[in-house]
């Protein structure tokens, strides 16, 4: 059969698929349009907003959202190759969306990657494009490490265009699409970074008017979060949000009170109510306000009150809900003043149980041992008590003791105390002692090539240290030193070093073998801290990591899928007589999952057809009716049935899955054990392989019997008397 | 929102609220309307019948028979309006007629004097066996090509539209461009192709997507029980298209 793939999603076209388009693109347009295509193109069809990159939801309204017209492409880059092409290389595009184009273009002057953006504009391209370069030029003026800069702005056939940082990563609202909400840690961390940015822009007078996830950018390098796009809101939408038309340039699911309101006298304080539905959507995984229509969700943002955060999200910790509390306030007087506070009261805090203080002795665990190890470097090469070492070391060593006693006072221990201090930092991207690893940290999850580059770091540091301290403060004592003693750790340092780079070469082609691109293949090999949680958790990085650490398994993951994950790496590691029944276990296992799955979409789409209550509905319009009109008695009847047997069979495929679960968690305990005892305990192996084995055929006996009944009960979804159907494959 | 029509107040009254209004014994609009719906979707309906092992004579005698007991002996005033949707009451209701045929077994002459709809036996049978390279449940089967057929009528209302403004051709290469996403190279080759320039290109699919929408809103609501389900029922249409090959 041919088969046309789908220009727009890649999807395979079905012969009977009508005019030879993609009908699931088809039907997909069709949900683009809860709202109609006015104001400027290109946006975002439900709630106008920008959408960046690429976007194929609008992650605002929730629903599923255009890539509008996808109009421009190589006219726009062929016209901005031959405008820019002096000064830029147009590399490719990065993607489309609500205000236009952006391509990736490298600045062949400064020989650095940047961003161009191409907004497209329809009507009244004069007066907009005035506005955009006024805005541009207040935008130009902000420098900030959490602010994308803006390099250059200008026009291109008609079409005015901006030169902006280039941000690898992705944005926050691709990120809360994939991920749904995020943990509040980092959350906190990623306001933090905005609520910094805010502050600079307000302080030199620029409202930013469009805060949302689409305009927060997570930069992969440093973890940071950029703000971009400052003032195209305003310049888009001039001073109405809310014409006469009723049409609506902005987000509606992110605007102030007063923006909704339409109010000219906007203030910072309106980027701070964006910012806390931006929380909100962060923490919660939903916006505060929704509605049908951008008047709805305005009209909201008016007049409710928000679903309160704790009722959605109840683990949030107090100081969150309260901050977020107070920039949601309708009321602009009783938001917080400024971004500043909020900032300071979100802090960094990475690790949520630990209050601020906590947090800025971060790191000084490693600066002990810096001088710990300096101060011995240098009494074993000089066999002298005293030097300028020393004396530093002398002077940190008072700090370490006033900052333990400062802990103290907080109310830690002295063991506490010092567990803070030597937790492993944020920062930190080689081996860390394990007990002092922070929440989320991969270690022992990454590839064995990448945990030898990251760990031989950790001696080659040491032993620069201590020979660095040599180096640095030889002259001073000069003769006290014997010479085999920088010429020995010299040749030392430089034969692990050597031997580091030809791992880190070797861990890297094989990341790019697993399909990493070279950028992504450094970062995973070297440059990237083990407890960025948010690097590690993307999903073509996470598919690098082996499975969660099996202690964590047995602990808490009980979805079906780590269980047959536990059962595949415990068969995997049964050897020699063993092994046979390890491959015995991992089919019944995968049989189970496929019963567990098919169990899943039976009960969804059994749920699907019951409406709640329906039942009793039916029972009540069946005693309403009385003996009159039979016919339609008898047809309700005949649903009523229609109904009781689909609950019971929901009932039944409930049932039948939890026991399916059970089997399988048992049986992932039963090879677990027996991988442990193998080694253990060789005694008690052939009465647990035993039960394994029993238990796999029982499961092989199920899967069976399962697959027969799938093959009748396909025939006959609804029908009360099945008629001689064939029996699918 | 720039203007409230589109998905709002506009269809007052879809085709299908006006059956359900019109109860057991509807007017002559009611039938009218449902008439309508019936001839727009029996092809669903005779796959659901095909695939539930009926032989094609046989399929094309019970889809005539059912359409024809629906329309005219109004037993649709019976379905129950929680289920508000024409999709899921067509398919209940077959169901029901189908197990009833069964009971009865009688060779009865079915469809009464009149033949309401005219069915081409030869291109149903021959869309249905490439259909059926989907092995799927026949209720799956049925939603899937209730989808398709729908999107079908869509573009032939859109054709049919363009072709009295004469612009047949125009329609038959823009619609490549209905569900062209990220692949703006296309436009280019379009306006090339057709004589016109990129921009004049751009509006003109714009127009057509937008008219596009429109008439898929507009038929997905004459089929669901108020305005307000257009969305999710396009929603649930989506996941009949999905891949439906199931194994162990």
Redesign the interface.
Known sequence: ?ERKT????GAGI??????A???????????????????P?LRCAACQSALVEDA?FCARCG?PAP?E???????VRTALEAKLQAQYRVVR?LG?GGMGSVYLARDLTLDREVAIKVVRTDEGVGEIHDRLRREARTAARLSHPNIVPLHAFGEVEGMPYFVMGYVRGESLATRLRRDGKLPEDEARRILADVAEALDHAHRQGVVHRDVKPDNVLLDDESGRALLTDFGVAKALGGRETLTA????VGTPHYMSPEQAAGRGDIDGRSDIYSLGVMAYAMLTGRVPFDGK???DVLAKHLTQEPAPLRSLAPSLSDSTVQALERCLAKDPARRWPDARSLKLTLGVVEEPQLPDTHRAVEGQGLLAGYFLLSTLGMVVATRAPMGVVQVLAGTYALLYGIMTALLWREGLSIGQSQRVIWMEPSWWPFWYPRGLRRRGNVWDRLPAAVRRVRALLVPILVLGVAGQSDGLFHFLDWGGMPLWIPLGLTAALTAVFVLWSVLVLLARRAMERQGLDPIDARRVVVSVPVSRASFWARPHIAAILSPAARTETARRSDSPHDQLQSILRNADELSGALRPLGSQAAVAGR?LL??IE?AD?AIAGLARSL?AG?EE??VQ?IAALGDA?A??RQ??S??LD?VRELSARLHEAREERSREVELLKTLALHVTSLRARSAEAPGEVPSLSERVRALCDEISGH?LA??EARATE??S?????P????A?? | ????????GRFATTQWSLVLAAG?RGGAAAEEALARLCALYWYPVFAFVRR??HSTDDAQDLTQGFFARLIEKG?I??A?R??GRFRSFLL?AC??F??NE?DHRVAQKRGGGQVPLSIEVAAAEG?YE??L???????RLYDRQW??TL??G??DALRVEQAAAGKADVFDRL??????????????EVARDLGMT?GA??VA??RL??R???E??RR?ADTVGSDEEV?DE??Y??TT?GPSR???
């Open positions: 059969m789908c220009p727009s999603c079905e012969a009977d698929h009508p005019g388009l993609c009908a699931t693109c088809l039907l997909n347009e069709g949900l683009r349009t809860e709202a109609t295509m006015d104001g193109r194929r629903a890539v017209p996808a109009a421009t492409g190589d006219v595009l489309r038309a009723g049409s609506v229509t951008p008047a049989q496929v019963a098919h979409r409406d329906e509905r039916l319009k009109s016919p339609m047809l309700l005949k649903q229609l899967a399962l697959g396909r025939t979804t609804f029908a009360p008397a008629r001689g159907e064939r699918d494959s | 929102m720039p203007s409230s029509d589109g998905a709002g057991q539930r092992g037993d005033g019976d129950d929680s289920r209940t169901q029901h189908l197990a069964h869309r490439r259909a390279a989907h092995a799927e449940t026949p209720e989808s398709l999107l079908e869509v573009l619609k490549e461009l209905l569900t062209a996403g990220a692949d703006a190279g296309s436009h280019a990129a290109v751009k699919v714009h997507r937008r596009y929408r429109e898929l809103r997905v969305e396009i929603r249409l989506l298209l199931e194994g162990l």
